[in-house]
T-cell receptor, first 114, second 111 residues
């Protein structure tokens, strides 16, 4: 158990809909990362937050947005969903979000768009 | 981040040491070398990381070449639970970025 929790575990929805994925980092970790893992693209970094502020952006679509709240939990919002958005979404956390920090990954949310 | 090159797959026997190589010839002076692994149906798991010196922890050892252009992850005594995809990743010291996962090495452990 990494100490990172993600809800829900599974989500099934239809194209055009909007969903919110939630992540609680390990106690004491200030930085949160979101990753997407699909069969054709592999694991891709989406976005990073540090202490409530966006720090880095990866391959995140404009239809996707995220935020980190004062209690440090984070939410990833996916809107106007397409079939290709079906994937595993992982959240990770680290202490300071620096290059020397290890990242601890949650168990993921499996999103299926029908 | 600089790129890494790993073999697509490797096979080893249970209870034997495993040496997983990684080439990173364009590494910069501030890049950390991280190793993560992903077991089937699970999220990635941190294994080890280093900057210049060799590192040991309860899971593995990391041997870094003197010129830092390559590194080797060493599992001292592989078990069936070590069967996973292993990723070698470089990340700059500033760290204001996520991990860039390549295809990794699929490690197969034979009983």
């Amino acid at each position: 158990d990494s100490g990172v929790t993600q809800t829900p575990k599974h989500l099934i929805t239809a194209t055009g809909q909007r969903v919110t994925l939630r992540c609680s980092p390990r106690s004491g970790d200030l930085s949160v990362y979101w990753y997407q893992q699909s069969l054709d693209q592999g694991l891709q970094f989406l976005i990073q937050y540090y202490n409530g502020e966006e720090r880095a952006k990866g391959n995140i679509l404009e239809r996707f947005s995220a935020q980190q709240f004062p209690d440090l939990h984070s939410e990833l919002n996916l809107s106007s969903l397409e079939l290709g958005d079906s994937a595993l979404y992982f959240c990770a956390s680290s202490v300071e979000g620096q290059g020397g920090d290890e990242q601890f990954f949650g168990p993921g949310t499996r999103l299926t768009v029908l | 981040d600089a790129k890494t090159t790993q073999p697509n797959s490797m096979e080893s026997n249970e209870e034997e040491p495993v040496h997983l190589p990684c080439n990173h010839s364009t590494i910069s002076g501030t890049d950390y070398i991280h190793w993560y692994r992903q077991l089937p149906s699970q999220g990635p798991e941190y294994v080890i990381h280093g900057l210049t010196s060799n590192v040991n922890n309860r899971m593995a050892s990391l041997a870094i070449a003197e010129d830092r252009k390559s590194s080797t992850l060493i599992l001292h005594r592989a078990t069936l639970r070590d069967a996973a995809v292993y990723y070698c990743i470089l990340i700059s010291g500033g760290g204001a970025d996520g991990l860039t996962f390549g295809k990794g090495t699929h490690l197969i452990i034979q009983p």
